[in-house]
């Protein structure tokens, strides 16, 4: 069965740092393009990372440039985004993606709080 499971959320003082993770089972994720999107309060799912099937390329949201990083760990099969220098903007549920697309299968997501 394929399934997303994310996890590392929580509260953060701006200027912190948080990794999230997402353990993928039946699928590989270092063959499979995957992404981070997230969503506020009142607001829409966006995307914020993405990375190829081949793990060579990456790409981020211009707000988030800089200071997140997504990657994966083959032996674990499992997605991280590494993020630094929090803002509060950046307060959001975070969703790991099988795909590219917002409509692609997620996990059940993370909340993710930045307040000093």
């Known amino acids: 069965q394929v399934q997303l499971v994310e996890s590392g959320g929580g509260l953060a003082q701006p200027g912190g740092s948080l990794r999230l993770s997402c353990a993928a089972s039946?699928?590989?994720?270092?063959?499979?393009?995957m992404s981070w999107a997230r969503q506020a309060p009142g607001k829409g799912l966006e995307w914020v990372s993405r990375?190829?099937?081949?793990?060579?390329?990456?790409y981020y949201q211009d707000s988030v440039k800089g200071r997140f990083s997504i990657s994966t760990d083959r032996a674990k099969n499992t997605v991280y985004l590494q993020m630094d220098s929090l803002k509060p903007d950046d307060t959001a549920r975070y969703y790991c993606?099988?795909?590219?697309?917002?409509?692609?299968?997620r996990g059940q997501g993370t909340q993710v709080t930045v307040s000093s």
């Open positions: 039946g699928f590989t994720v270092s063959t499979t393009a």
């Open positions: 993606l099988k795909g590219w697309d917002l409509s692609s299968l």
């Open positions: 990375i190829t099937s081949n793990g060579l390329y990456t």
